[in-house]
């Protein structure tokens, strides 16, 4: 066996890992009620045997990250499946020192989710080692990117940290017109979660199904000279085409629930010839999340919120926004290093210049602008509690702005990497 096939192997482990993990601490939370036990004995002795999983999971990644660096002959973080694996494991890193401190076992219970998500959705990408360009061939990429993901990481927990004070704090039960607002927003934060979780669902369903549909677009380009240029591409979709490519035609399509030819067409303004694939992708997210959002719905007989509101009790919401908090802190300093100015070193060694407003470029200063005001309006303005909360949900929003729009939607210098 090779040493990435071993290192695939263990990324695989790291991932049930996690997943026992969280459902470990899911008997943690759920259990406590019906325990022989104390409450707190049982929430105990529970979320010590989650960490324990939890922490067999985060070797499994470390060896699979090692491995695969020791196969491939670079750092595992120059594509989207790399980094996006890398970011699992400092998340997880990020969470192991955050426990360790405050003793928290339900932190797990939203961090380990958002790890396997984050683990989940690097395997959509494709897993081959593939060898680095000449802009990443530098010693600048283990720090650059390593840093930036680790203050990303701590973010992450942040934002754990202030869903878990949301859910802990808005009273389901109120019906008064703020606390209805609130319920509206956390359900909906939910439910753009859901909506993550369909998405990978969905395509590793049809990729495991071997659905096919490819489409040929004839696309024309007017250069800066005004000639024009005309190209014709192939573009396939492992999804069922709702929406084809502007100008293209059926090369082939396999037949999905009587959907044996798209119901509609791109819109001519929608650029670039993946334009119409991510459109398909987003609707049937969209779509599995709803119906999947449903059903939850439907089987809890209530909203998800309110649903997960009474695991809650028992927690010390002062102890909650003080953990948000401070994962945040931690990650501050570490991300203005590695996205910012390690970022701008690197680019004036590849570039020769420090800044050029690529888009990868101004979506990590809005972040680094986004963390800033929260740090000042938490230390300067007194926002805490369910303000600070709210701040740190947006802003890990914000962040996989940065991570996935930004190198799946936008076209810049940084599409071809993981950051």
């Known amino acids: 066996m090779s040493l990435l096939d071993f290192s695939s192997d263990a990324f695989i482990v790291a991932f049930f890992l996690y997943c026992f993990g969280f459902l470990f601490y899911g008997v943690s939370a759920l259990g406590k009620k019906w325990s022989k036990r104390s409450p707190e004995e049982h929430v105990k002795k529970w979320g010590r045997v ?45 969470f192991i020192i955050v426990e360790a401190i405050y003793r928290k076992p339900l932190l797990g219970l939203f961090t380990l989710p958002l790890t396997v998500i984050i683990v989940a959705y ?12 000449p802009a990443l061939q530098s010693y600048w990429l283990k720090i650059h ?23 802990r704090t808005v009273d389901f039960r109120k019906t008064d017109e703020k606390a209805k607002r609130e319920q509206r927003w956390v359900e909906f934060t939910l439910y753009v979660i859901i909506v993550i979780i369909a998405f990978i669902g969905s395509v590793f369903a049809f990729r495991g199904a071997g659905y096919e549909a490819s489409f040929k677009q004839e696309t024309v380009t ?82 998800i919120g309110a649903a997960i509101h009474p695991l809650m009790d028992g927690i010390d919401e002062d102890d909650i926004d003080e953990i948000s908090y401070r ?25 020769s210049r420090f800044w050029g407003w690529d888009p990868k470029e101004v979506w990590a200063l809005i972040t680094w602008l986004y963390y800033t005001a929260y740090l000042h309006l938490r230390l300067s303005r007194g926002w805490h509690g369910s303000k600070s909360a709210w701040l740190a949900v947006i802003g890990f929003v914000v962040v996989m702005f940065t991570l996935i729009g930004v190198n799946l939607v936008l076209v810049g210098l940084h599409s071809y990497a993981g950051v």
């Open 50 to 94: 989650a960490y324990v999983v939890s922490l067999a999971g985060f070797a499994a990644h470390l060896t699979f990250f090692f491995t695969r660096w020791a196969g491939g002959g670079h750092i595992p973080t120059s594509n989207m499946y790399e980094f996006m694996s890398f970011l699992a494991m400092a998340i997880m890193a990020a």
């Open 122 to 133: 690097a395997a959509v990408f494709p897993q081959e080692v593939q060898p680095l360009i």
């Open 145 to 167: 990117v390593t840093t930036a993901a680790t203050g990303e990481a701590f973010f992450a927990v942040g934002f754990a940290a202030g869903l878990m004070y949301l859910l």
């Open 222 to 303: 007017i250069d800066d000279s005004g000639v024009e240029n005309s190209a014709v591409n192939t573009v396939e979709y492992s999804l069922p085409p709702i929406f084809k490519p502007y100008n293209s035609q059926v090369v082939s399509i396999d037949s999905f629930l009587g959907l044996d030819k798209p119901l509609f067409e791109t819109p001519h303004w929608m650029k670039g010839v993946d334009a119409a694939r991510k459109l398909n992708t987003i609707t049937w997210s969209v779509i599995n999340g709803s119906i999947l959002y449903g059903l939850l719905r439907l089987i809890l007989r209530k909203r």
């Open 327 to 351: 994962a945040i802190a931690i990650g501050y300093p570490i991300f203005t290093l590695g996205a910012l100015i390690f970022a701008m070193i690197w680019a004036y060694i590849a570039w």
